[in-house]
């Protein structure tokens, strides 16, 4: 497909196993984005890649979460020792360009539920 | 401080009726870029449309149009004849450039509903 392209569409997990989530950006596109959404909430920002690097970590919200991005292309999202606070919608977006009036395209989102 | 302000959590409309949904930013980078999406029910984030911050004219999208106010900080949705597959959560987002990077901060969103 030429969408945003991520798996698990869900996830049930245990407390305290890890997780990853994966994200298949639009072939091409040099910024990727991730965000986390909890339950009728809005946008948390987590990460932001440009190419393989990512310029901006700010919104990682413990050092339990780590991400990477190889080949600038497919983006892994690493939870460890998932806590039920981390269950939302991890939603991943990618853009062609890192500024100007692109827009960003989402991909349908992982939900992610620790029991 | 919130870099995008989202006043209104929910908002009602009748179905023909405009509706305006606020969104104030906060940046002090001259250059940046204002988005809106939609989300219904679905989950899927849906891109309606783009305000550069030297763009001289509001833009406008079909239905869509974006009241911007430079000076005010603040770029309103409007939504022109609204439909019943209107209703949905609307983000107000934000793009800024700091050298290599771009960092791209969503609001709280409003939850349109439309009724007849």
């Known amino acids: 497909g030429a969408g945003v392209s991520q798996s698990p569409s869900n996830k049930v997990t245990e407390k305290g196993k890890d997780v990853e989530l994966r994200c298949d950006p639009i072939s091409g596109h040099t910024a990727l984005y991730w965000y986390r959404q909890s339950l009728g909430q809005g946008l948390e920002f987590l990460i932001y890649?440009?190419?393989?690097?990512?310029?901006?970590k700010s919104g990682l919200p413990s050092d339990r979460f780590s991400a990477e991005r190889t080949g600038g292309s497919v983006s892994t999202l690493t939870i460890q020792r998932t806590q039920q606070e981390d269950s939302a919608v991890y939603l991943c977006?990618?853009?062609?360009?890192?500024?100007?009036?692109?827009?960003?395209?989402f991909g349908q989102g992982t939900r992610l539920t620790v029991v | 401080a919130q870099k995008i302000t989202q006043t209104q959590p929910g908002m009602f409309v009748q179905e023909k009726e405009a509706v305006t949904l606020d969104c104030t930013y906060d940046t002090s980078d001259p250059s940046y870029g204002l988005f809106w999406y939609k989300q219904p029910s679905s989950g899927e984030m849906i891109f309606l449309i783009y305000?550069?911050?030297?763009?001289?004219q509001n833009a406008t999208e079909g239905r869509y149009s974006l009241n911007f106010q430079k000076a005010r900080k603040s770029a309103n949705l409007v939504i022109s004849a609204s439909q019943l597959g209107d209703s949905a959560m609307y983000f107000c987002a934000m793009r800024e450039w700091t050298g290599t990077a771009s960092k791209l901060t969503f609001g709280t969103g409003t939850r349109l509903q439309v009724t007849l």
């Open positions: 890649f440009q190419g393989n690097s990512a310029p901006d």
């Open positions: 977006a990618s853009s062609p360009l890192s500024g100007g009036n692109t827009e960003a395209f």
């Open positions: 305000q550069g911050s030297y763009d001289q």
